[in-house]
């Protein structure tokens, strides 16, 4: 199932690239009826368009498996169409906890999870995320972290990361370029951005943290992401 982004900064060259090279990395296998499910009931239920791409869904799957990630923690499950990706990656007595602000969001995400047949190994908690993860057990770590909630809210979640997160284990951060924003300090009055900006600060001077950010184009838009490894 193909998606139109709404987004008017697309240039046309990012989009026939990403379905260019999605063409030979994304099969039937990778993107089967139940993703195409997930993003129909989304859709159907008004969910807005922001879910990650299917190359984007694959990329994130691909660094869950390749640390052998056992936990996975996700930060903002939407539809859950990251959430199918990601609990895929797990093995059989693998556990992915994933948290919504949204009782709506949560409900159709749960649907789209059944329907993947991935009830089992997923756990949605609905709520503000830096209440969940107030709650969290320190004592079972993540080895795996998709972090795509509010912005404003990602220093604290990072923070949550330092007790939550073993020792080599990865966080990916989305959205954190936002077509520019986030570097063009004119821009006052955006709260995601000057969330990203602040994470970055705490980045910068944290012990427990190495990253990179990586710019990305593609059929969405203008944007990146922020690789963080746990020490």
Not at 37 to 56: Q, R, T, W, Y
Not at 105 to 126: D, T, Y
């Amino acid at each position: 199932m193909s998606r139109t982004y709404y987004n008017t900064g697309v240039d046309e060259r990012w989009a026939r690239e990403e379905q260019y090279h999605a063409s030979f990395l994304l099969d039937k296998h990778d993107h089967d009826e139940a993703l195409d499910f997930c993003l129909k009931n989304s859709d159907e239920h008004g969910l807005p368009h922001i879910a990650v791409s299917g190359m984007e869904g694959k990329y994130i799957q691909l660094q869950a498996r390749a640390i052998g990630a056992k936990r996975i923690l996700e930060l903002g499950t939407l539809g859950g169409y990251s959430t199918i990706w990601l609990a895929r990656a797990l093995p059989a007595d693998g556990e992915l906890v994933t948290c919504e602000y949204s009782p709506m969001h949560a409900e159709v995400a749960g649907q789209n999870i059944e329907h993947a047949g991935l009830s089992s190994k997923v756990k949605i908690v609905v709520g503000p995320a830096a209440e969940s993860l107030a709650k969290m057990d320190p004592a079972h770590k993540f080895d795996f972290v998709f972090m795509d909630a509010d912005k404003a809210g990602y220093p604290v979640y990072l923070e949550y990361c330092k007790t939550l997160v073993r020792k080599g284990g990865v966080i990916i951060v989305d959205n954190v370029v936002r077509q520019g924003r986030v570097s063009d300090l004119s821009v006052t009055d955006d709260t995601d951005s000057s969330g990203v900006r602040r994470m970055l600060e705490d980045l910068k001077s944290s012990p427990d943290f190495e990253a990179t950010t990586v710019q990305t184009v593609g059929a969405r838009s203008w944007d990146g992401f922020t690789f963080v490894l746990r020490l």
